[in-house]
């Protein structure tokens, strides 16, 4: 398995990042993850444009052009022979004596991996997944895709325990998202419903996409909070990842949703998406 670290490609056995690395020390650094099919990126520009914000936000200085971005990890999908998956990146402030303050003259640190996944042909996707509502006990700024993620590992590993595949991140008894996924409901008037992008939630790129994906196929569609109750009464819900695509949501803390089978709109919406995704132009 070969991976990428600051300016190189190796067996991922040779990859060692400095003990005073401040990703390791604060989780001082941002990442990004963009889904692979047949080989090729999806919507990747658009998760480049995020990791551009997310850098500047937390005030590391962007290591790579966009281009460049593209060409490494078109590379290290080329040389996994990766298909279908996943491609992760992460850039941290780089490594310096443990101090808070910003080290002066550190180089960001730069890792990148692979990963093999079904997408189009995942278990979840067919048959749906059990989601748990948790209380969402993470910062202010989950606009940014922050190394820290340890109230999203609390969050999925208590949905794991309960014999459910995600968590929904509850705030002042509305949904914020997913662990790692962005959570929406289908209302029993068939109106889609997602959460407004806000500080409170991180702006999904597969999100993004359905959203204007769905306007053009005419599904109505409407950006508003909604509340755990309001989710168990849905019709349908499902969340939408870049790993993931666009995966029903069968029950909800134990109660099925719907008849407790994938929606025909979730089912529609997760074509749609495929189709975009699998487009020719799409690189
Ligand atoms: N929300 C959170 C908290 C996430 O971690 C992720 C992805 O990892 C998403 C939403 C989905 O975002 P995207 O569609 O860009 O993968």
Redesign the pocket.
């Known amino acids: 398995r070969i991976v990428f670290l600051n300016g190189s490609f190796l067996p991922i056995e040779e990859a060692k990042v400095p003990f005073m690395d401040r990703g390791f020390m604060f989780g001082d650094g941002v990442y990004e993850?963009v889904g692979v099919l047949e080989g090729r990126l999806v919507d990747n520009d658009a998760?480049l444009e995020?990791l551009e914000r997310s850098l500047r936000e937390v005030r590391i200085p962007n290591p790579y052009t966009r281009a460049e971005w593209t060409h490494l990890e078109e590379e290290l999908v080329r040389r996994n022979g990766v298909t279908e998956g996943f491609v992760y990146f992460q850039v941290t402030r780089g490594v310096a004596e443990r101090d808070f303050m910003f080290p002066e003259n550190a180089v960001p640190t730069v890792a990148m991996f692979t990963q093999v996944k079904a997408i189009l042909d995942a278990p979840a996707a067919r048959t749906g997944i059990a989601v748990v509502t948790v209380p969402d006990l993470r910062w202010k700024r989950?606009d940014i895709?922050s190394l820290n993620l340890l109230a999203?590992v609390l969050a999925k590993q208590a949905a794991r325990e309960a014999g459910a595949q995600e968590a929904w991140m509850v705030e002042d008894g509305f949904v914020t998202?997913?662990?790692?996924?962005?959570g929406f409901i289908i209302t029993r008037e068939g109106r889609v419903v997602v959460r407004p992008l806000s500080n409170a939630?991180?702006p999904?790129?597969?999100?993004k996409a359905l959203l204007a994906l769905s306007k053009d196929a005419g599904i109505e569609l409407e950006e508003r909070l909604f509340t755990v109750d309001e989710a168990y009464d849905a019709a349908e819900a499902f969340l939408?990842?870049?790993?993931m695509f666009v995966v029903p949501i069968v029950s909800i803390d134990g109660r099925a949703i719907g008849n407790g089978k994938p929606g025909p709109i979730t089912k529609k919406l997760r074509d749609i998406y495929i189709r975009m995704a699998t487009a020719p132009r799409m690189a």
Do not use: D, F, Y
Not at 240 to 243: D, G, I, V
């Open positions: 993850g998760h995020r989950r895709k999203q998202e997913g662990g790692s996924s962005s939630i991180l999904g790129i597969t999100r939408t990842s870049a790993s």
